[in-house]
């Protein structure tokens, strides 16, 4: 079961997050992050895969100003736990070995 999300964008990361998407030198990924911490603004919403990961980036970017690294922080902030995500893998290839037995013989063998 997923852990309820409590958190949410504050006031001032919102405020480095509206800064960040009107600058006309923030990147793609500050912008990405920044529109994410934008969106969970007093909602339940989290972080997508693609929010996070553009987030992570800023955050290592030496060049990236204070604004984008305080916003790339409140969407990782929001990130799901991973521990709530299940192996989709794992499924997958499962439901392929029992609809062909000759892959399941296949991988017996």
């Not at 997508?48 to 955050?59: L, N, P, Q, R, T």
């Not at 736990?81 to 399941?104: L, R």
Request: glycine share 2%; charged share 30%.
């Amino acid at each position: 079961m997923a852990a309820k999300k409590t958190e949410s964008t504050g006031k001032k990361a919102a405020s480095a997050a509206a800064k960040t998407l009107k600058s006309k030198t923030a990147s793609k990924a500050e912008k990405t992050a920044a529109a994410s911490a934008l969106t969970q603004v007093g909602n339940k919403k989290v972080t997508s895969k693609k929010a996070a990961g553009a987030a992570a980036k800023v955050i290592h970017d030496p060049k990236a100003s204070k604004e984008a690294k305080t916003a790339a922080a409140s969407a990782l902030t929001q990130k799901p736990d991973k521990a709530a995500s299940k192996p989709k893998a794992k499924a997958k290839a499962s439901a392929k070995t029992k609809a062909n037995p000759a892959a399941k013989a296949k991988k017996a063998a």
